[in-house]
């Protein structure tokens, strides 16, 4: 899957579906956080995985995986629906009704294998919080981040 396809394939999965605003999902959560990660992957990604940044090939899986992160969550594909470059990623970034989120991100965080998961969700938490006013959505949401953000070599 392409770039390219990997929006396709969001923007029909996410089709129909709004936001809590009332908004277009994809256009106004997908699209941005896809656009997103392109734009800030060297800030995403610690220095110590520049790799993710440098190789065109996993750049381009990141991107894929960013456009496609709440596919799972929100819609009836599954995991065959992914190529494999892509679907460890997403599966990831897929919270299970039966898991609370701070366990959630807690497994983002201590899988070392998954610094794109965690570079994505960094991306999806900045999108939601910038829609968010002050509470407690947008304080979980800024622990999330922060979390996500501490011992990484990320500087904050």
């Given at each position: 899957m392409s770039i390219s396809q990997a929006i396709e394939?969001?923007?029909?999965?996410?089709?129909?579906?709004?936001?809590?605003?009332?908004?277009?999902?994809?256009?106004?959560?997908?699209k941005i956080v896809g656009e997103y990660v392109e734009k800030h992957i060297k800030e995403l990604i610690p220095n110590n995985y520049s790799s993710w940044y440098?190789?065109?090939?996993?750049?381009?899986?990141?991107?894929?995986?960013?456009y496609l992160h709440d596919v799972l969550e929100d819609t009836n594909y599954n995991l065959s629906?992914?190529?494999?470059?892509?679907?460890?990623?997403?599966?990831?970034?897929?919270?299970?009704?039966?898991v609370s989120y701070f366990d959630y991100i807690k497994s983002i965080k201590i899988n070392y294998l998954?610094?794109?998961?965690?570079?994505?969700?960094?991306?999806d938490l900045r999108c939601n919080m910038k829609d968010l006013k002050e509470g407690s959505m947008k304080d979980k949401y800024r622990?999330?981040?922060e979390y996500l953000l501490r011992g990484f070599g990320y500087e904050f």
């Open positions: 394939f969001a923007k029909m999965a996410h089709k129909g579906q709004k936001r809590w605003d009332g908004s277009d999902y994809f256009e106004n959560h997908v440098e190789k065109d090939y996993l750049k381009e899986w990141l991107i894929e995986a960013a629906d992914f190529n494999i470059n892509t679907k460890h990623i997403v599966y990831i970034l897929t919270r299970s009704k039966h998954m610094v794109p998961a965690r570079a994505i969700k960094i991306a622990f999330a981040e």
